[in-house]
């Protein structure tokens, strides 16, 4: 078995994956071995991970329930807590129900196992997230990939195939790349093939549409349209989890049969009660996700007057792409030593000859981060 373990890390140097140990609070500013990092990689993006008042939901939720839920759902893991967070995810996303899942990868398993199976084909963007084309594999469904936002190829793959059930899944913002779908001709196409859409709104929820409602907002497209939305709970909301929201009748059908909904235990009740908190106060505080689009379009600027190069996202996701793999990793390595922590996205993360820095902004980052960004930037990939 050694021998086999061995040729993991036997993988050229600059694929080679390793963990940052940290031991401080989540903010832009990291400590490490008690140096403080100006970090720029986090999925945090309204700064909600360490807010005081999710810190109590949390501390008040524990006193009421529990720290963990006992049991899965089906059984007696089910708490008001988890109950009422459910009503406010379909509050939020304008839909009729919303159902809670551990993770965003369980619960794309789960929903797309639970939709499709063995006579049905599924349609994925080449660069749609992990989670998805595992989920994809597992259903045993026809999988058929489409060369990135490419609507002509998706076109001619809908209309070759016969499959009973046509499903399309999308990222809603490629989490690697920071650009969107195309949602609105995705769904012409739907509607011309016969096929359903759904959408992982991971990146999008929160930080996108006028109040934040993510990329359907954005789009004016709702459960008509796109009748299957996944979000996650532990990004913009800044918690833990993830849920699926949209018809009753779609909501129930994951209840009887959604594998990773059934035979997992509940999430902490606690939790629930901390994500309800988040998801109010993203509303009150409209002034962080107004805030973060004002730092992107900073960053941007400050960025494009330096010639450094952008990809097209108005997103929190702002890539730089160095191509190869080993300028990735000396190029963040170059930043960590002048106090900057940007990770270098690899592949098979990224296809090969695109590795690139990812960076990322949060509400809690602030103009003179991001000059120091851009300086540092601009001292490192000149060398
Ligand atoms: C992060 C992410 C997931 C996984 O969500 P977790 O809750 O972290 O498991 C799924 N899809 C996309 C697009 C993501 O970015």
Redesign the pocket.
């Known amino acids: 078995m050694d021998t086999f373990l061995n040729s993991f890390r036997q993988q050229r140097a600059e694929l080679y994956r390793t963990r940052q140990i940290h031991d401080s609070p989540q903010t832009p500013t990291l400590l490490i071995n008690g140096q403080p990092y100006l970090t720029f990689c986090s999925?945090d993006y309204l700064g909600l991970a360490s807010h005081p008042r999710l810190k109590t939901a949390w501390q008040q939720g524990a006193e009421k329930y529990a720290v963990g839920s006992g049991a899965s759902h089906l059984v007696t893991g089910h708490t008001l807590a988890h109950h009422s967070l459910e009503k406010a995810l379909a509050d939020y996303t304008n839909r009729e129900q919303a159902l809670l899942f551990s993770?965003?990868?369980?619960a794309?398993l789960g929903v797309v196992t639970a939709l499709v199976g063995r006579h049905d084909a599924i349609f994925l963007d080449k660069l749609n997230?992990a989670?998805?084309v595992d989920a994809a594999l597992l259903s045993r469904a026809k999988i058929y990939r489409y060369p990135h936002n490419d609507i002509q190829t998706l076109a001619h793959l809908l209309k070759k195939s016969s499959a009973a059930h046509k499903l399309i899944i999308t990222?809603g913002v490629f989490?690697m790349d920071g650009d969107l779908a195309n949602l609105p001709e995705m769904v012409k196409l739907a509607k011309t093939y016969q096929a359903w859409i759904m959408v992982?709104d991971?990146?999008g929820l929160g930080v996108l549409g006028d109040t934040g409602r993510g990329i359907l907002e954005e789009y004016c497209l709702g459960t008509d349209e796109v009748p299957v939305l996944m979000g996650?709970?532990?990004?913009a909301f800044g918690v833990?989890?993830?849920f699926v929201a949209g018809s009753e009748l779609l909501i129930d059908t994951l209840i009887q049969s959604a594998r990773t909904y059934i035979y997992t235990t509940a999430l902490p009740p606690a939790l629930a009660e901390t994500v309800r908190a988040s998801l109010a106060i993203a509303d009150e505080e409209a002034w962080r996700r107004k805030r973060l689009h004002e730092l992107i379009a900073y960053f941007r600027a400050a960025a494009e007057k330096q010639q450094i190069p952008l990809m097209e996202s108005f997103t929190p996701i702002q890539p730089i792409i160095l191509g190869d793999s080993k300028k990735a990793l000396a190029v963040s390595q170059a930043l960590y030593e002048r106090g900057i922590i940007i990770t270098a996205i690899r592949p098979p993360t990224v296809p090969q000859g695109t590795a690139r820095l990812r960076v990322t902004f949060s509400a809690l980052h602030n103009e003179d981060h991001i000059d120091q960004l851009i300086d540092s930037l601009v001292g490192t990939l000149q060398k």
């Open positions: 999925n993770t965003g990868y369980m794309n997230h989670s998805l990222d989490s992982d991971a990146h996650t709970l532990g990004k833990f989890g993830a």
